[in-house]
T-cell receptor, first 114, second 116 residues
Framework: DQQVKQNSPSLSVQEGRISILNCDYT??????FLWYKKYPAEGPTFLIS?????DKNEDGRFTVFLNKSAKHLSLHIVPSQPGDSAVYFC?????????????FGTGTRLTIIP | DTEVTQTPKHLVMGMTNKKSLKCEQH?????MYWYKQKAKKPPELMFV???????INESVPSRFSPECPNSSLLNLHLHALQPEDSALYLC???????????????FGPGTRLTVL
């Protein structure tokens, strides 16, 4: 049972444009959400997070939006740069295991076209 | 020091071998994690240690044996593995603040394990 889903396995975006990555979840106990970026042969790198008490969090070029009623979050990257090409995972925590357990989505491979 | 280090980077082992993976962090984090990641799949949690005590075991087979000898070190002992255990093994850590573990986990680069 995949509790965190990223329905787009891949996404290509022109350099300078906006990249929008989407994530859906099913477990209403999740109360904290994170985005990680992963390059090949490296571990995931934390990008940005949001608590369920907020609907938006911004950090430089990265903004995460949370729609609790739809159980949906999205990551916006503006403007997109070639170095943003990577696999992006959304992750969620909360529920019975509290903050200790992160449940990851399946990932979206973002390719920025120069 | 703001990183999690893992050794070795690559490991090839036979099904009868015993080997260990090592993870180290010097950020003062008191929660440490082992994840397994297969190709084109998300990381899957295996074990969590909080304050050097095992707090979560995600029903991992006993051929994987974790150990947390001190607050900076986390080991994963491997014995009698199967070829399907070949994967990237990731270590992560996070801090405790105000009596709660932080959601933000910092990952190491992983150990690429191949079981022949």
């Amino acid at each position: 049972d995949q509790q965190v889903k990223q329905n787009s396995p891949s996404l290509s975006v022109q350099e300078g444009r906006i990249s929008i990555l989407n994530c859906d979840y099913t477990n209403s106990m999740f109360d904290y959400f994170l985005w990680y970026k992963k390059y090949p042969a490296e571990g995931p790198t934390f990008l940005i997070s949001i608590s369920s008490i907020k609907d938006k969090n911004e950090d430089g070029r990265f903004t995460v939006f949370l729609n609790k009623s739809a159980k949906h979050l999205s990551l916006h990257i503006v403007p997109s740069q070639p170095g943003d090409s990577a696999v992006y995972f959304c992750a969620a925590s909360g529920g019975n295991f509290g903050n200790e357990k992160l449940t990851f989505g399946t990932g979206t491979r973002l390719t920025i076209i120069p | 020091d703001t990183e999690v280090t893992q050794t070795p980077k690559h490991l090839v082992m036979g099904m009868t071998n015993k080997k260990s993976l090592k993870c180290e962090q010097h950020m003062g984090h008191r929660a440490m994690y082992w994840y397994k990641q297969k190709a084109k799949k998300p990381p899957e949690l295996m074990f969590v240690y909080s304050y050097e005590k095992l707090s979560i075991n995600e029903s991992v087979p006993s051929r994987f044996s974790p150990e947390c000898p001190n607050s900076s070190l986390l080991n994963l002992h491997l014995h009698a593995l199967q070829p399907e255990d070949s994967a990237l093994y990731l270590c992560a850590s996070s801090q405790w603040t105000s009596g709660r573990v932080s959601n933000e986990q910092f990952f190491g680069p992983g150990t690429r394990l191949t079981v022949l």
